[in-house]
Each structure stands twice: as structure tokens, then as C-alpha cells.
């Protein structure tokens, strides 16, 4: 199956958000672009409801998923998924520091998955105390193997921002300073 492209608009860039990858489910024959963005709304809605709270539009962010390549199985049913993953990080470094060689654009992570790959530290927080501890998020850049501030956008609906005020002023502040 073809990879699918990073969705960017090519307008001035706010925020990467990263998705762990794609996977093929039953008869679907894979997308074009990551989330099938443009295509079935389902499958980046609740990543874009999150984005819209922050005042973040599909105009402004540059979408890619950590792990590029068609996975069997569903990310967190794959056993070797962060193995995998860990094989790709250099690559989505390497793409992001390119579009942004300053590597002060803050990156989305839609998965807790995706935090315990990236982390440089191997005590990893839970989501619940990204979410609700202050001081924890923006994850820093030297905590990181980005290198660049990353923020907790969970799909799961129990991140949703509209049930999580307070990490949304928070995360919303941080975003109004950059």
C-alpha cells in the first residue's frame, strides 16, 4: 500500500500534530493523506474538535504520523509497535526540524503511545497527570527525542478538551505566548 502524505496547507505553520500511523482496516485499500484527511471526517474528528477549542484550524497545522508505513494491526494491538516506532523517530525529526529548523513549533501528540516513544525520561507520566498536574506540559524540548515543545492532545474521548478546562487554558496560554 502507498504511504500516505503529511497533510499541510502551506500556510503559516502553528503546530505539527502527530498521529502513530496508519493502519488498514478490512476492505479499506488506504488514504491518500494521514486521518484520510478531506476524506472520512471520522477518523481525525475528535483531533480536530480538540484543535478548534485551541483556536487551531486545518490552515494552520502540519499533519504526519510518527510510524509512515501500513501497519497489520491497530497500533494498540501491535505488541512491536514502540519497538517499531522507535525506528522512525529520526525520520520525523529530520522532516520536522527541515519545515522548522528553529524547532520551537510545539507537536500534538494523539496518543499516549506516541509520549512513551518519544520521552527521553523512562519514568513516564501518566495521561491523567499531563492533564491534570500543572508544570508537566509543554513537554520540553530537551526531554524529548523531537528536540521541540510536545503537548498531550489524547484522541480518546476522556482528553477531549471540552471535558478538560483547565489543561485547555493552560495549553491555550502557552500557545497565546508563542
Not at 502513530?20 to 478531506?38: L, R, S, Y
Not at 519497538?83 to 523517530?89: C, R, S
Not at 524529548?144 to 489524547?154: A, D
Request: proline share 4%; aromatic share 12%; net charge positive.
Amino acid at each position: 500500500m502507498k504511504v500516505p502524505k503529511a497533510f499541510f496547507n502551506e500556510r503559516e505553520l502553528k503546530a505539527f500534530v502527530l498521529g502513530c500511523d496508519p493502519t488498514a482496516f478490512g476492505k479499506h485499500q488506504g488514504f491518500e493523506v494521514v486521518f484520510d484527511i478531506g476524506g472520512d471526517k471520522r477518523y481525525f474528528a475528535r483531533t480536530l474538535d480538540n484543535l478548534m477549542i485551541l483556536g487551531l484550524s486545518l490552515d494552520y497545522i502540519y499533519v504526519q504520523n510518527l510510524v509512515t508505513d501500513y501497519q497489520k494491526e491497530e497500533t494498540g494491538k501491535n505488541k512491536d509497535w514502540k519497538q517499531i516506532a522507535k525506528g522512525y523517530v529520526s525520520g520525523r525529526k529530520m522532516e520536522f526540524d527541515k519545515i522548522d529548523s528553529t524547532c520551537s513549533i510545539p507537536v500534538f501528540l494523539t496518543s499516549e503511545l506516541l509520549y512513551k516513544v518519544l520521552i527521553t525520561s523512562d519514568r513516564p507520566h501518566t495521561a491523567r497527570d499531563l492533564y491534570t498536574k500543572e508544570g508537566l506540559v509543554p513537554i520540553k524540548a530537551n526531554d524529548n527525542k523531537l528536540g521541540r515543545p510536545l503537548i498531550p492532545l489524547f484522541r480518546h474521548r476522556n482528553y477531549n478538551l471540552s471535558k478538560q478546562i483547565e489543561y485547555e487554558k493552560r495549553v491555550s496560554l502557552y500557545l497565546a505566548k508563542k
